[in-house]
């Protein structure tokens, strides 16, 4: 922001009695309380207001220091705006009493959490055994009692990702369905892209103004949508061989396998900013899953299931945390155990079976699998 001198009140004040007594050729009454102090005082009020507004004016005429509606309105000159918010989607499973006959879960329908906040979705899923193009949902034939059907909040945003077992209530009666839960917690759900990054995908983006630079290809990669995570390779093919000229990019969503129309989403962002004759391609990441098992000592006065529970969700979150091509230390782990309060020590460790740090490439993402904490 530009350097702008600014006077407290009493500085004001002080500074136009100065000037008041240096002007006049006979005393004059400046006291507090006196008429004359009253309207300077009046009309430094006034000059403390304006530096405040020339001040705001200032810092919404750049983005490095706009907020909200001005950071927006800033980029929004250059064609570039912020990235939308990602609903959080699931798994819900809808249940009955009576297996006689056969029940349909319509696609679309409604469900919420148990305290009424959060609405969710059924959505489509066509690989779904159960489902029924026909029926429109998915069946529950004679003599089955339960089917499990995909699920997204109809409010995309962080408040979607629900614990599990907390969507329990079926807002529009279906026929012969009796309940509803979620065996897992929800996912992926994401607000808004925020200012801070906003204001660094900006810079990004001025950054890839020269097209056909690795700075427009990140630009492009991260403008699809938020969470994404990816690594580029130079001059090499994906088997490794050396190949000059090209290039490939691994993408993830956060969860270890995208979906294919994400994949096609980077590749046609790539495809809009690549250089003439430059090759590349787009891959999903190849999964190392991390087993891990550890025995931690709990502190007099603690929980022991409680703490064991925290230690077995703070591995499981650091892990699925890691992104594209970032290795897992074997200490990492310790060191989390110990994060957790109530833990005295960690011992018998082990990460798949091993006393060492499981390594992932460029084309992998680590992933938690079994998570073994007693």
Sequence with gaps: MANLQSLDFTTLVQRMV??????????????????????????????????????????ITRAATSNGPDLDSFVNDFGLYRLAA?????????????????????ISSPVQSADGTQNFFVTLDSSNPAYSATLG???????????????????????????????????SPIPGVDSVTNAADFT????????????????????SLSKAIKTAIEFAIMSVQQGIR????????????????????????????????LVTLVANAIEAVRGLTIQYAVFKPQVLTANVVAQVIVAPGFDENTVIGNVGEALTNFINGLTVGVSLPY????????????????????????????????NQTIKAGTITVS
Excluded: K
Aim: aromatic share 8%.
């Design 188 to 207: 992926n759900g994401m607000d808004a892209e925020s200012d801070p990054a906003l204001r660094a995908r900006f810079v990004l983006f001025i950054n």
């Design 86 to 106: 990602i609903a959080a989607t699931g798994s819900l499973t809808f249940s009955r009493f009576s297996t006689t006959g056969q029940a349909v879960v319509p």
């Design 230 to 261: 990816y690594t580029l390779t130079e001059n090499y093919a994906h088997n490794g061989n050396y190949q000059p000229g090209f290039f490939y990019a691994v993408v993830d969503d956060g969860t270890g396998t995208p979906p294919d129309s």
């Design 137 to 171: 949902g998915y069946v529950m034939i004679g003599g089955v009692g339960s089917v499990t059907v995909p699920c997204q909040a109809v409010t995309p945003g962080i408040g979607g990702n629900v614990l599990a077992g907390t969507i329990t209530a079926i807002t």
């Design 18 to 59: 100065t000037a008041v007594q240096a002007s006049a050729t006979a005393a004059i009454n400046v006291t507090i309380g006196s008429v004359l102090r009253a309207l300077l005082e009046a009309v430094a009020s006034l000059g403390i207001w304006l530096e405040a507004q020339i001040a705001y004016v200032l810092t």
């Design 331 to 362: 200490t990492q782990i310790v060191a989390i155990a110990y994060g957790i309060s109530g833990v005295t020590n960690v011992r018998n460790v082990t990460l798949n079976s091993l006393t060492a740090d499981l390594s992932a490439n460029e």
